[in-house]
């Protein structure tokens, strides 16, 4: 069993799709082990996408993260890094595979509906920056 972080981003809890998004999940085996609603501020958000922060879209990333509430979600399952990655589709919309959240979702590879984490190891960094051990049931 693996745990990854899922990110319901800004643009797709505008849209209402927060039960749509979900339902991908739990209808490909993730099961939510943990779940809140929060507005990121600058700082957490910059912290959060450190690992970006020398990228030309730093900025444009860090804006768009905190210009509305998000979802944040553990995900519990078999592979369950790779799998949410599958569901997600690639990263720009545009290359996104028919059926995938952010084909179906998202807008724009700024606005695209979803974060995933891409390694077991950022799961674990990424799940500890949201949820005490306490919160993951
Ligand atoms: P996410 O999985 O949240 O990780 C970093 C985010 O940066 C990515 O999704 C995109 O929304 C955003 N981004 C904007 N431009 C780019 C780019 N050229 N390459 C990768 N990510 C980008």
């Given amino acids: ?40 501020s600058t700082k957490d958000a910059k912290e959060f996408y450190a690992i970006h922060k ?7 990333l860090v804006e768009f993260m905190t210009s509305g509430p998000v979802v944040v979600i553990v995900l519990e399952g078999e592979n369950a890094v790779a799998k949410n990655r599958e569901l997600m589709g690639a990263t720009d919309p545009k290359e996104a595979a028919k059926g995938t959240i952010r084909a179906d979702f998202a807008e724009s590879i700024d606005a695209n509906a979803v974060h995933g984490s891409d390694s077991l190891e950022n799961a674990n960094n990424e799940i500890k920056f949201f949820f005490s051990k306490e919160e993951i049931l």
């Fill in 54 to 60: 020398d990228r030309p879209f730093f900025g444009e």
């Fill in 1 to 40: 069993m693996e745990q990854t972080l899922s990110i319901i981003k800004p643009d797709a809890v505008k849209k209402g799709v927060i039960g749509k998004i979900i339902d991908r999940f739990e209808s490909n085996g993730l099961r939510v082990a943990a779940l809140k609603k929060l507005q990121l």
